[in-house]
């Protein structure tokens, strides 16, 4: 039987560490028990949050509807010749299913190495990082119909993927809860150390012929090494998305500042790096009340401790309209704003 919750704190389950209530809370470890709960009418009609690890999110507000939170368990694989199908309940642990696959050599993920969150949230997100992003890897997901109490299968073409998008973030928003992932991995391992400091990291380790678990050990310590433990400090990772901008409008960038740094993007587009715009404007390391932002990665916000949701969203605010004076280039908040 479901145990429904009443007035529940949230602190412990956000990586900001922001102590925002719950009005209902409820715990989900297994498929039938969506089934279950949806059959009552009234979750039909109250407002939801479905909660994986909690963080790539900012609470605001107290929630004045049921937080669900997802914590269905376990992996299973299939391997045909060189393909591995690695399918993955949604209350995995991101970053605990990345080492599953580097030590079982089945490669694909380790440029992802050490992202926060579960891995049921990784589709809605497109998360992404040093080169790769979900959808290089995805074959399709699995997902509860609140409307209908069925479920559905979602090929990589249903998800319309994009920068940190997904279907699920727009016109699908708030009607499935995904319960599992399918990825499509290999044993032939496709080495990617192109993008920001993997290749210099394995050149100072004297490593020329990296494997996978190589550069999933250097992708961890490259993030250890710039982005703060959630465990000791409140944060969500990077609180705002690179902006890219149009080859006419980079080139207007361009001419004030030369040194800016910039990345090819889609439709010969230029993706900037939103740090770099942030650390411009005077803003790394920057303290202002119980937030600021990281002393290593100015796209990082933290909580200092006892930092509310809207000083810390008040915070972002500051920083968007500060590089948009600067530069002229609108940042957008990677993180979901809960209010």
């Known amino acids: 039987m479901l145990q429904i919750q009443e007035n529940v704190s949230l602190k ?4 900001f560490g922001i102590d925002t209530h719950a009005r209902y809370f409820v715990e989900i470890a297994h498929e039938d028990e969506l089934t279950e709960l949806f059959a009552d009418p009234q979750w039909q009609q109250t407002e939801r949050l479905v909660l994986g690890g909690g963080s790539n999110m900012l609470m605001v507000n107290d929630f004045d ?26 209350g995995e642990v991101w970053n605990g299913l990345v080492n599953y696959c580097v030590d079982h050599g089945y490669a694909g993920i380790e440029n992802l190495s050490l992202i926060p969150g579960s891995v049921g949230a990784s589709p809605i997100q497109n998360i992404g990082a040093y080169g790769v992003e ?10 509860f ?3 209908t109490g069925t479920f559905k299968s979602f090929s990589k073409e249903d998800c319309k993927f994009g920068y940190r998008e997904s279907v699920f973030k727009a016109e699908l928003k708030g009607l499935y809860i995904i319960v599992s992932v399918k990825f499509h991995l290999s044993l032939t391992p496709n080495i990617n150390t192109q993008y920001g400091a993997i290749g210099q990291e394995l050149q100072n380790r ?3 012929n990296p494997t996978i678990k190589d550069v999933s050990q250097v992708v961890a310590h490259i993030r250890v090494s710039k982005l703060p433990d959630p465990s000791t400090i409140g944060n969500a990772g990077s609180f705002f998305k690179n902006p890219v901008i149009g080859a006419e409008e980079f080139a207007a960038v361009l001419a004030k500042f030369p040194d800016v740094v910039n990345y090819p993007a889609a439709d010969g587009g230029v993706k ?7 650390e411009q404007c005077g803003w790394k390391g920057k303290t202002v009340g119980h937030t600021g932002t990281w002393k290593n990665q100015a796209l990082v916000l933290v909580n200092h401790g006892g930092a509310t949701g809207q000083e810390v969203y008040d915070f972002s605010s500051q920083i968007i309209d500060s590089v948009y004076t600067k530069f002229g280039v609108t ?4 993180v979901n704003i809960i209010s």
């Open 12 to 15: 412990n389950f956000n990586t």
């Open 65 to 90: 509807g049921l937080v669900i939170r997802m914590n269905i368990r376990g992996i299973e694989h299939r391997i045909s010749h060189d393909d591995v199908y690695v399918e993955v309940r949604g």
């Open 134 to 143: 979900l959808k290089d890897v995805f074959h399709s997901c699995r997902a």
């Open 145 to 147: 119909e609140i409307a």
């Open 206 to 208: 004297g490593i020329v």
């Open 272 to 278: 900037l790096a939103a740090g770099w715009l942030i």
């Open 331 to 334: 940042l957008q908040r990677e």
